[in-house]
């Protein structure tokens, strides 16, 4: 069911002394741990109980955010509703995707294009961050946005645009920046822990994959590579990967750029990136999806095959 966020505010405020479950996808980035966090605060401020869960460990980079070390990997009880934020379908709640169905109220609050509409009650909302929607949300249900909160969703403002620089900024999203720090979001020190702070590790390891990047059409289309022997070899995390692609995008011929995580044998995770093409639909060709310009999929098959496939399919989609 699609639902205005009025109506789903409407429906938490009335939540007042009950439980909530907040879901985050796997592989948190900071739009869905700032987004669930922030969420979490504002409910809490209503007098909603809440807590956090996602499947995977929450980075470290995160781990700054009031918070981010109480959400919960073990389920915990029983809820009177549950909400998945920054989730496009279920199955991105890994473990908990069926979990999430357990209860009659289900909320779905999200901003990928790609977003299946699985909750009893839907919002999908075209914002450059799931956190400009959560902080919508939050607003019209009357929730005083406390610092915590306002640092919280801010990191998911700040990362999912690309610290402003992505085209899907808009004036609101830099209208909601302005009212989080105006309300005590501290902006300088998610600056440092999203952009600037890294390990030696990953920094050798950003000098490993960015020394292998290949090219092709051209240099329209470039990929980055990054296996589990580099990542043994620099002693790097594969969490600690978030954000060499934006460096791929930063070469000037580049108008797609890919990412290939590996993740098992013959298994990788893709990020696509993209100044023009649709990457949504290349994407979903593998299954995968997301935004226009920015989407991910699941591939499997030997290296250079892989390669092969997302080339073709990309070249198909470019104009």
């Known amino acids: 069911m699609k639902t205005s966020l009025a109506a789903i505010a409407a429906k938490l405020k009335n939540m007042a002394g009950k439980r909530v479950a907040v879901f985050l ?26 807590d956090v869960y996602c499947a995977d460990v929450i980075p470290e980079k995160f781990l700054f955010l009031q918070g981010a070390k109480e959400i919960r990997r073990e389920w915990n009880g029983k809820y009177d509703a549950h909400i998945a934020v920054d989730c496009s379908d279920a199955a991105r709640m890994g473990e908990f995707g069926g979990v999430f169905f357990s209860v009659k109220e289900t909320y779905n609050i999200d901003h990928h294009v790609s977003n299946a509409r699985y909750a009893k009650y839907n919002y999908v909302g075209d914002t450059a961050s799931n956190s400009e929607n959560l902080f919508d949300l939050c607003e019209k249900m009357g929730a005083h946005i406390l610092p915590p909160a306002a640092t919280a969703f801010l990191t998911g403002v700040i990362t999912d645009s690309g610290n402003f620089a992505h085209s899907n900024t808009t004036a609101m999203t830099l209208y909601i920046a302005a009212e989080l720090k105006r309300r005590g979001a501290d902006s300088q020190t998610i600056n440092y822990k999203m952009f600037k702070e890294q390990t030696a590790a990953r920094a050798k390891l950003f000098g490993m994959t960015a020394s292998e990047i290949r090219y092709f059409e051209e240099g329209r289309i470039g990929i980055m590579s990054i296996t589990q022997k580099m990542l043994e070899e620099s002693g790097a995390k594969a969490e600690e990967t978030e954000g060499f692609i934006d460096f791929l995008m930063g070469v000037n011929t580049v108008e797609v750029g890919m990412c290939l995580m590996e ?46 496939k997302l080339v073709s399919v990309c070249k198909r989609y470019m104009e």
């Open 263 to 308: 993740m098992k044998d013959k298994n990788y995770k893709v990020s696509f990136r993209s100044k023009k093409t649709d990457v949504n639909a290349v994407a979903q060709v593998f299954g995968g999806g997301g935004h226009k310009l920015a989407s991910g999929c699941m591939i499997g098959g030997y290296y250079e095959e892989v390669v092969d």
């Open 25 to 50: 996808h796997v592989r948190p980035d900071g739009d869905a741990v700032g987004g669930a966090l922030g969420l979490r605060f504002a409910l809490e401020e209503i007098g909603v109980l809440c």
